[in-house]
């Protein structure tokens, strides 16, 4: 019953600008019950195509006319078609074919489904035919399922919370989409998802509402049932199914992890790049509460192989995180030139955000990377460059480029140990702390001062040896104890949870990256600002062109505040730095 489906034959016979010899295009349709297809074969109508039985083949071969394409629009799974399509596609020796699917594959946790369409794409390669698989969001049409629940239950808005969203595609977006592919002169074997605005369900309820008497009615007593929570109860419970796979995650989701690049590419297209937003770990969403306004956040962390090139440098996928990095490393005795606090940071940021630690010696993590693979789904082109070329200059740290990071080589060192010694000062001036970062004696260092008004500050300086008679180890990461302390919080989900809920919510973290001057007036001003736990790093400068600090070494002074206090700090940083350098992978 599933597999049943329909074929009808398009003639383009309006078409005017063909040569005398030439035969009319014919599209096939093929519509394996999905309701939208009616629309486009609307659309086709409308473009003075006419539906002609051309079933029996003989039939064709006696014409004037010849098939260029078929379009397929499939509602269940693909995989179960592929023979159906495959046989049509020899029987009318379609050349180009463009499959209308669902973006059901994206949400499976096995690769399988999507493996199925790449090896089907190769099986209509093989018999000299070129397929364009189209995975789209829930799609709006007049005649569309999506659309139609939608106007039906349209009264349900008030009920629905806010945080069960999906994505929503127009009808003619896509049939553009399938336009341009077959008309493009480079068309490919490829696929392509094409999501649409990820929104809460309620606002997709909303777009329907309309003045109905019945509609109006059933909606305010929905809004009277909202105040017991009926739908929150019920959303409790779908994701409940969701998380039991007995329902679909497509009925609620905002983030995908692509599981390969080629599923990552797949995503990052020309059409579906205004509906998608490319990350790592997701700590912007997670931990900084950033959003995201219609996108679907496209996380990488599942494309993380490492793959060591010579002694000492390693080929990283852009979701490979620092931690998986440094145990990589591990083995030969190796590092990384900068160690952040934290190591659930995709590599893949690094090229984009100045991620650093507390060496004196290096900057950021980006100063290590020698050759990046990028890839721009606007002009459809990989871009490989290195790091002395003025194209990699003009990506490095540029989070406005439309461009993705694919793969980058990194510049490693040998592995050193560090050596802590704890140092209490009362109330010192900044230029005590300035002559710290002065010693050349330490490799790394970190000041901290919990509270802004407190009179006590800690100096953890780090050594190449022991600087103690007693025989010590050292450690393995210049990191104290609160430094030490993120990696163990987010090994668990409950305790990760505890970490980034409160910043996500309640609080503000920013880092400033401070001239010596600029640290000096920090330093004498910042007693009464409603800010805690400050931690003063030293960050040398680095040579890219876009890095926030080009011109000279910096004071990273990083620190945390209440939300409510967020306007006092804007206004104090304004007030006292004239250009402000922020951290651009925190608040800013
Ligand atoms: C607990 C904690 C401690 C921290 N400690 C430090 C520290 O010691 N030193 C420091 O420098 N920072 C530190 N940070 C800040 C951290 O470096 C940033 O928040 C960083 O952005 C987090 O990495 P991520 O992979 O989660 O980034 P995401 O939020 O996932 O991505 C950040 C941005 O990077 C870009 N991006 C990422 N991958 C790609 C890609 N493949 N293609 C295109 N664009 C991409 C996007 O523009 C994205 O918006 C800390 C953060 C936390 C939460």
């Not at 959003?291 to 090139?309: A, G, H």
């Amino acid at each position: 019953m599933d597999n049943q489906f329909s074929v009808n034959f398009f003639e383009h016979t309006a078409q005017t600008n063909l040569s005398s010899e030439a035969k009319y295009p014919i599209t096939i349709i093929v519509d394996f019950g999905h309701p939208v297809s009616a629309n486009y074969i609307k659309r086709l109508a409308s473009r003075g195509c006419f539906i002609q039985d051309f079933s029996a083949s003989e039939k064709l071969a006696n014409t004037s006319s010849q098939v260029t394409d078929m379009i397929v629009f499939i509602q269940g799974k693909l995989s179960e078609k592929t023979d159906a399509i495959l046989e049509l596609v020899k029987r009318y020796c379609v050349k180009n074919i463009s499959i209308i699917t669902t973006f059901q594959s994206h949400l499976t946790n096995e690769s399988t489904a999507i493996e199925l369409e790449e090896i089907f794409l190769s099986r209509l390669k093989e018999v000299g035919s070129c397929g364009v698989i189209f995975r789209c969001g829930h799609i709006l049409s007049d005649r569309s399922l999506a659309e139609n629940n939608l106007r039906r239950f349209a009264f349900v808005a008030p009920l629905i919370p806010s945080s069960l969203r999906s994505c929503c595609v127009g009808g003619e977006e896509v049939f553009q989409a399938i336009d341009a592919e077959q008309n493009s002169s480079s068309r490919r074997s490829r696929i392509i998802t094409l999501l649409g605005a990820n929104r809460p369900w309620q606002e997709f309820l909303k777009d329907y509402w309309s003045d109905n008497i019945l509609q109006v009615l059933l909606r305010k007593f929905c809004f009277v049932l909202s105040f017991l929570l009926f739908g929150h109860l019920a959303a409790f419970l779908l994701n409940w199914l969701i998380k039991l796979g007995l329902i679909s995650r497509s009925w609620n989701f905002d983030t995908l992890k692509p599981s390969s690049m080629r599923e990552l590419l797949s995503l990052v297209n020309k059409y579906n790049l205004k509906y998608v937003k490319v990350v790592g770990y997701n700590n912007g969403v997670n931990h900084l509460g950033y959003r995201y306004l219609e996108k679907t956040v496209i996380s990488t962390v599942n494309c993380d192989r490492i793959i060591r090139i010579s002694e000492n440098i390693i080929k990283v996928d852009c979701g490979a995180t620092i931690l998986q990095t440094l145990d990589f490393l591990k083995p030969k005795q190796q590092e990384l030139y900068a160690i952040p606090n934290y190591s659930h940071i995709c590599m893949g940021t690094a090229f984009f955000v100045p991620i650093h630690g507390n060496a004196l010696d290096y900057t950021t993590i980006a100063e290590s990377i020698v050759k990046v693979v990028l890839y721009d789904p606007k002009e459809e082109r990989f871009i490989i460059t290195s790091c002395q070329e003025t194209t990699f200059q003009n990506y490095i740290f540029n989070t406005t480029s439309q461009v993705i990071l694919l793969r980058l080589y990194l510049e490693v060192k040998p592995k050193a140990r560090y050596f802590p010694s704890k140092v209490k000062l009362l109330q010192p001036n900044s230029q005590v702390l300035l002559d710290a970062f002065s010693d050349n004696t330490v490799t790394n260092i970190d000041i901290r001062k919990s509270k802004a008004d407190s009179d006590t500050v800690y100096i953890n300086k780090y050594y190449s040896k022991s600087q103690e008679k007693t025989k010590s180890e050292g450690l393995e990461f210049p990191r104290d104890s609160i430094g030490g302390l993120w990696d163990k919080l987010e090994e668990k989900p409950i305790t990760s949870w505890l970490m980034h809920t409160p910043v996500r919510y309640l609080l503000w973290n920013i880092e400033l990256f401070l001239t010596k001057e600029e640290f000096m007036t920090f330093w004498e001003t910042h007693s009464s600002l409603p800010i805690r736990k400050i931690e003063i790093r030293y960050v040398k400068r680095s040579n890219s062109a876009n890095s926030p600090f080009p011109d000279c070494n910096c004071i990273a002074v990083d620190f945390m505040l209440s939300r409510k206090h967020c306007q006092v700090i804007k206004e104090y940083i304004k007030n006292n730095f004239a250009v402000p350098r922020y951290h651009l992978g925190k608040h800013y």
